[in-house]
């Protein structure tokens, strides 16, 4: 499987950003897709995860409201809408794949995939 994250940028408190993540491979739809991101001098922390085939959402605590996952089935391609961008969330964002039986899937050890990682900057 093959990751591949885009849509980043330099945005200012109160925007508004998608990030997208396009996923190629063999039976890219059987993998759970998470969005986890990482700020400079703090561990990798989880933000979100959905499943292709039903669509079920699942967000860290600390992210619900602001964030959102969505999946484009027929373009093999995972978003990730943040709104009310803050200062504090500028971070590289990466999305990941895992398998569905790879453990609570919160956890940046449960993925086997990862993209490259896309730079989000949040200006105040």
């Known amino acids: 499987v093959q990751l591949q994250a885009f849509g980043g940028g330099v945005v200012q408190a109160g925007d508004s950003l998608r990030l997208a993540c396009k996923a190629s491979?063999?039976?890219?739809?059987?993998?759970?897709m998470g969005w986890f991101r990482q700020a400079p001098g703090k561990e990798r922390e989880f933000v979100a995860r959905?499943?292709?085939?039903?669509?079920?959402?699942y967000y860290e605590e600390s992210m619900k409201g602001r964030f959102t996952i969505a999946a484009d089935n027929p373009k093999n391609t995972v978003y990730l809408q943040i709104d009310s961008l803050k200062p504090e969330d500028t971070a590289v964002y990466y999305c990941?794949?895992?398998?569905?039986?790879?453990?609570?899937?919160?956890?940046?050890?449960?993925?086997?995939?990862w993209g490259q990682g896309t730079q989000v900057t949040v200006s105040s």
């Open positions: 990941a794949a895992a398998s569905p039986w790879s453990g609570n899937l919160s956890l940046s050890r449960d993925y086997g995939y």
């Open positions: 491979g063999r039976n890219v739809n059987n993998y759970v």
């Open positions: 959905i499943t292709w085939s039903s669509g079920g959402e």
